[in-house]
């Protein structure tokens, strides 16, 4: 393929433009089960892999096995992405929290629909945000993005398999149906115009090589399968030979590594976008489509003559604190609208600490939450 | 000077920074078939890097963490998930799952008949000691009808699984089954099965004398190895036999041998294929 | 299997041996012993016939059945091994 010098515009859905993120990130491996209203990205990925110089596409039995067989790939050597909906995600949660002990870089979009259970399939939500954040048992660091429109859906890609690449870690990317499905122009950057990072590799050898010893980082090299470095892979506590301990300074040892490669990486990893925030002192946070509804909203009241900011969040877990506190020195009263019955706004609450006043607004109905919805809060101040 | 043979041979594949004796209890028939299967692979003259080993959950799956090869220990009953994914990732691996019978049968049921749908190219090698051992003695899809288990102290209920006919069902290249007792031979249908492309199961009776022997009539482990050498029977042999001399015998031998291509050789075909359609269009 | 007979070296790692008694049922020779304390141990090793049972159906990879050892005058490598295993060389 020639090079391309400059952006190439096209229209594209939200999934679509999750494609076309993961394989300029570099990804060659999906394995997936079809789900609405995910399955656009598995149908597109089925078509353009195998066409790819070394892509490959499987369709598994289950989300289980999609997970098992991603993260496989992964551990030899592939970025690799999976997509899902409420539904599948649940049925991903064991292999997920595998994936993050195993420290195996992966991402897995989640296209969030309505409802619990079976629930509102075609209709959007975002109740799947605390699962995102808990999911899988045990106590684990995890990164959760998020996008609001299709530009983003393509740009958030590309960063969660940058992330998954230099922390050893799952991502999760959390879209919601109204994103997934919208098509709109997007720009498709050249090749140079974005980072792509892959995971470090180890340079010592074999016989030196630890997987799992302590770095400055905390995410220690990662071979791929079969390049001659032998080593155990295990969902067991293991020590840095990688071999199951039950010795509690080891226990210790791998869960304050786990979390601290995660956690000091923070500037890194909480992204968000402040729009008119700076003199704001009544902020919307929001994540998702419903980002969009604010930042109307936002721009309506302005015009109104009031000092209105929206907090976009598109990291969503570890929560973007520093930021929240960031516009907390002018907020008085913060909004939080969500397509679920208030699970950011436990994060926004647990930060605000009774400050400001916080506000939230909920649907579960299956409907998207409009622009004069939030436009009437705001106005009550 | 000596020749390395016999267990000499097995030590070269031990990690020997790993504590031996190994955890299982005194008897159990899986060292049996981890030292079966590091014969299989030496006779093959695969190098160590070559071969990863996929492991279940279960007393069978603490095997692959005391081998020098590149040992993946998954979730209970993924094993054969993950060993696709290794495989498609990369084929020239020879890719081998080792899965107790409730890992493979039970809640890997699922993935054993689609892999074995797929054919695709990673040797099952499955240990049936009909009982859950790890979780302490539970029933599992191969205890057999009547047999005292935890879960099942009046005697079991239902029907076991034929793991040998289940596979053939779903579509895999090669099928055999061996027993602990009879080594030779598992190691020969064994190495059969890594050699051949596509998808091949072994299924090995192993015995478990703690969980499963011990409440069901067999006093040590050894009259579990007496009843192994009685009861198999190769299996042409065991065809000739009326229904009710089969009752008590285990056939053992090889069951199916296709020759189909495997999942990765199609989807590698197809790439080829759509490559070369692309560079003729790009004239 | 007749030419083997007393030619054989039979050796058991007792730390490795968990007494499981498979080695000691099955012999044909009956070469090995099972202690009180639970440990098998080559009794006759004479009488193998170095079929490799032992070695094939040991769960813990506790024995080694090998051809007896040359006599050490033989075997320079094995000498300078031992002198070394005292530990007071350079
Ligand atoms: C999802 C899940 N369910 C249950 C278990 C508990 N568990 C561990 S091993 C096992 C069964 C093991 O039996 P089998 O697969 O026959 O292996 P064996 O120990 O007999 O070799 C079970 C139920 C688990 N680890 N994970
Ligand atoms: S419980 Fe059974 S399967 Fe597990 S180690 Fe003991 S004998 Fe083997
Ligand atoms: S078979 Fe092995 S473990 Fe069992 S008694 Fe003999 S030497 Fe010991
Ligand atoms: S090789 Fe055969 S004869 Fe010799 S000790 Fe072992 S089982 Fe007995
Ligand atoms: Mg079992």
């Not at chain 1, 394995?31 to 990925?45: F, V």
């Not at chain 1, 109104?304 to 516009?327: C, V």
């Not at chain 2, 079991?156 to 034929?162: A, E, I, N, R, V």
């Amino acid at each position: 393929m020639a090079r391309r010098k400059k952006r190439k515009e096209i229209f594209a859905l939200g999934n679509e433009a999750v494609v076309e993120g993961a394989l300029l990130a570099g990804c060659s491996f999906y394995g997936g089960y079809p789900i609405t209203p995910s399955s656009e990205i598995m149908e597109i990925m089925a078509s353009k892999l195998p066409q790819t110089d070394d892509g490959v596409f499987i369709q598994m039995e289950d989300e289980i096995a999609s997970m098992g067989a991603i993260i496989g790939a992964s551990l030899a050597g592939r970025k690799v992405l999976t997509a899902t909906s409420g539904p599948g995600f649940s049925l991903k949660q064991e292999n997920l929290g595998y994936a993050v002990m195993a420290e195996t870089p992966l991402v897995l979009v989640n296209v969030m629909r309505g409802g619990l259970s079976t629930g509102l399939p075609t209709c959007p939500g975002q109740g799947d945000v605390q699962q995102a954040r808990w999911g899988t048992h045990g106590d684990h660091p995890i990164i959760v993005l998020s996008a609001s429109n299709v530009q983003e859906c393509l740009d958030m890609t590309i960063t969660a398999f940058n992330m998954a690449e230099k922390y050893r870690t799952p991502v999760i990317l959390l879209l919601d149906e109204i994103t997934a499905h919208t098509r709109e122009k997007i720009e498709i950057p050249y090749e140079g115009e974005f980072e792509v990072f892959s995971r470090t590799i180890p340079s010592m050898p074999p016989e030196w090589y630890k997987p799992y010893e302590e770095t400055v980082r905390g995410v220690p090299p990662m071979p791929p399968i079969g390049s001659g470095y032998r080593f155990h892979v295990t969902g067991l506590t293991h020590d840095r030979n990688g071999f199951p301990t039950q010795r509690p300074e080891e226990v210790v040892e791998l869960m304050d590594r786990l979390h601290r490669k995660i956690d000091q990486f923070f500037y890194d990893i909480q992204l968000v976008e402040e729009i008119q925030t700076e003199d704001a002192d009544t902020v919307v946070i929001a994540y998702g489509c419903v980002a969009r509804s604010a930042e109307l909203a936002v721009q309506q009241a302005r015009a109104n003559g009031i000092k209105a900011g929206l907090l976009k969040l598109k990291t969503l877990f570890p929560y973007p604190r520093r930021q929240q506190e960031k516009i907390m020195a002018n907020a008085k009263t913060i909004i939080v609208p969500e397509l679920n019955m208030g699970q950011m706004s436990r994060e926004v609450k647990r930060v605000n600490q009774g400050r400001a006043s916080v506000r939230t607004i909920n649907r579960i109905d299956g409907q998207i939450i409009t622009p004069s919805e939030i436009l009437k809060v705001i106005m009550q101040g | 000077m000596n020749e390395i043979t016999g267990n000499e041979i097995i030590h070269q594949y031990l990690r020997h920074n790993k504590k031996f004796p190994h955890v299982l209890c005194p008897g159990c028939g899986h060292g049996i078939v981890l030292g079966t299967l590091i014969r299989s692979i030496h006779s093959l003259n695969i190098p160590k890097d070559d071969v990863v080993i996929v492991a279940g959950i279960g007393c069978s799956g603490r095997l692959a963490v005391y081998v020098d090869f590149n040992t993946v220990h998954t979730t209970h009953g993924r094993a054969l998930s993950f060993a696709t994914g290794i495989k498609m990732a990369n084929p020239k691996l020879n890719v081998i799952t080792i899965m107790g019978d409730g890992d493979a049968l039970s809640i890997g049921g699922n993935h054993l008949i689609h892999a074995a749908r797929r054919n695709i190219g990673v040797t099952a090698l499955i240990l049936n000691n009909n009982i859950y051992g790890m979780t302490g003695g539970q029933s599992s899809p191969a205890t057999p009808m009547g047999a005292t288990t935890m879960t099942n102290p009046f005697g079991q209920l239902d029907k076991s699984f034929d793991t040998v006919e289940l596979a053939r069902g779903a579509g895999a290249n090669y099928v055999a089954r061996g027993t602990t007792f009879h080594v030779k031979k598992l190691e020969k249908v064994l190495t059969d099965a890594i050699e051949r492309p596509g998808f091949s199961v072994v299924e090995a009776i192993t015995p478990c004398h703690t969980q499963y022997g011990r409440k069901n009539k067999y006093k040590t482990p050894v009259d579990m190895y007496k009843w192994m050498k009685k009861a198999a029977i190769p299996v042409d042999r065991y065809n000739e036999l009326s229904e009710a001399e089969k009752e008590d015998r285990l056939a053992i031998g090889v069951f199916v041998e296709r020759d189909q291509p495997g999942f990765e050789e199609r989807y590698f075909d197809l790439k080829a294929k759509l490559q070369a359609q692309e560079e003729k269009g790009g004239k | 299997m007749k030419k083997h007979k007393g030619k054989s070296k039979v050796t058991v790692y007792p730390d490795w041996c968990k007494g499981c008694g498979i080695c000691v049922e099955f012999c044909p020779s009956k070469v090995l012993d099972l202690t009180d304390q639970g440990k098998a141990v080559v009794a006759r090793e004479e009488d193998c016939i170095r079929c490799g049972f032992c070695e094939l159906h040991c769960p813990d990879f506790a024995i080694i059945v090998k051809d007896k050892e040359p006599v050490e005058a033989d075997n320079p490598t094995k000498i300078a091994a031992k002198k070394n295993a005292t530990g007071k060389g350079a």
